[in-house]
């Protein structure tokens, strides 16, 4: 079985026609530094992807920029349950505690959708499809919704079970329904998006919400040619959007709200004061960001969107 599946359509809306942004080997060293950083056993890696190319394309109906070769099925189970789990020199699936200000940022989050469905927490059932380490659906159970939780990889969902979070299988999903699906940084990893959105779509009531929140693509086009992994992750030249074998599709907020309509969806919003319902004053850091992420938010347009069924 081959390492790698190439995507001959927009994973976002199935048009067939793209440009290429660029392409090069895994092997070259503009991309191989990447790896180098990001895994601790890179030449292992290195090794399983052979003469294989990291390329960006750009799709000319929605914009989509996404990588064109992606990991099959067997290799992405390696990825998430393996490489990123166990080997990722810059932890972030591994990590076992979160800050006050994470888990502020759950709750303050979580308040706001009860206020969106206007019952009791008990009434309103919720999916964290991705779960990771289980963060977002520990606070929501804390917060007194019915929440469950699903994710790509197996060890993830035995690792939920044991910490008393209910995990279901993905393939169990078809026979549930939800009022709301939280998807925190899922869709930049899957090889079809549109396809697991439509999915989702299926196991929502009436009415229900599905929340997309990855990261901003916005002016990677124009960042492409100054790409250095080598650089902080918070540098323009770091293209934390795009990030070989593991962001695979490039978002802006425009390409999220076509990906909805495909899917049957259409962007939600609500009173910007109901992003207030948890203000985190641990610092006058923490409380400054409280107070100007809701407005960012809706100034900057970011890919931060909840989409919504008709009732």
Request: charged share 25%; proline share 5%; aromatic share 10%.
């Amino acid at each position: 079985m081959g390492v790698f599946y190439e995507r001959k359509v927009c994973p976002g809306c199935e048009f067939g026609e793209s440009t290429s942004l660029f392409c090069a080997p895994f092997t070259d060293p503009r991309v191989r530094k990447f790896l180098e950083r990001k895994f601790k056993n890179p030449a292992a890696i290195l090794n399983s992807l052979g003469d294989s190319a990291y390329e960006l394309r750009k799709c000319c109906r929605c914009t989509l920029i996404y990588q064109r070769n992606v990991l099959t099925d067997e290799y992405s189970k390696l990825l998430y349950g393996k490489w990123l789990l166990e080997g990722d020199a810059e932890p972030e699936l591994s990590k076992s505690t979160l800050s006050p200000s994470e888990h502020a940022l759950y709750a303050n989050e979580l308040l706001m959708v009860g206020r969106l469905f206007g019952r009791s927490h008990h009434q309103v059932r919720l999916l964290d499809y991705g779960l990771g380490r289980g963060w977002w659906c520990r606070m929501a159970t804390a917060l007194g919704f019915d929440a469950l939780g699903t994710d790509l990889a197996p060890e993830l969902i035995a690792d939920a079970r044991a910490r008393g979070i209910a995990a279901l299988e993905i393939e169990q999903l078809a026979a549930e329904r939800f009022d709301f699906i939280n998807t925190e940084q899922v869709l930049e990893h899957v090889t079809r998006p549109l396809h697991i959105l439509r999915q989702l779509r299926q196991s929502l009531k009436a009415g229900g919400i599905i929340k997309v929140s990855v990261p901003d693509g916005r002016g990677m086009e124009r960042r492409i040619p100054f790409m250095d992994w080598g650089a902080p992750r918070g540098d323009r030249r770091y293209l934390m959007p795009a990030t070989p074998l593991i962001h695979v599709n490039t978002f802006t907020r425009e390409s999220i709200r076509s990906m909805g309509r495909e899917a049957g969806l259409r962007v939600v919003t609500w009173p910007l004061w109901w992003e207030y319902s948890l203000i985190d004053a641990t610092s006058l850091k923490t409380f400054g960001k409280s107070l100007l992420r809701p407005l960012y938010r809706r100034g900057w347009r970011t890919t931060y969107v909840f989409l919504r069924t008709d009732p």
